[in-house]
Nanobody, 127 residues
């Protein structure tokens, strides 16, 4: 069975950095959109960064652009989210998720297409 295991969350002060990792098993990264979501209490789940593993193409939510970087290491079956210049509003549970896709769709997929989800990892940014 496909599994995604997240790690790397923690507590940092404003301006700090964290790197989240998502290790996948049970499938290859080719032809998948991998996306990091986050959800804070009382807020809707928000996609923050995506990478299409077939091409390495990435995209970011405006709120994290220029601060977060998503990357992949296919040899390790791992997707990373490097988070720099963290702000209190980045506080949330962060999830990685995978959606089967194609070269022509890339990460232009619906949230419902993300079949596989990690357990989530807490990121807390304090002032």
């Amino acid at each position: 069975q496909v599994q995604l295991v997240e790690s790397g969350g923690g507590s940092v002060q404003t301006g700090g950095s964290l790197r989240l990792s998502c290790v996948a098993s049970g499938y290859t990264y080719s032809n998948y959109c991998m996306r990091w979501f986050r959800q804070a209490p009382g807020k809707e789940r928000e996609g923050v960064a995506s990478i299409y593993t077939g091409s390495g193409s990435t995209e970011y939510a405006g709120s994290v652009k220029d601060r977060f970087t998503i990357s992949q290491d296919n040899a390790k079956n791992t997707v990373y989210l490097q988070m720099n210049s963290l702000k209190p509003e980045d506080t949330a549970v962060y999830y990685c998720a995978a959606a089967r896709s194609s070269w022509w769709a890339g990460c232009s997929v619906a949230e419902a297409d993300f079949r596989y989800w990690g357990q989530g990892t807490q990121v807390t940014v304090s002032s």
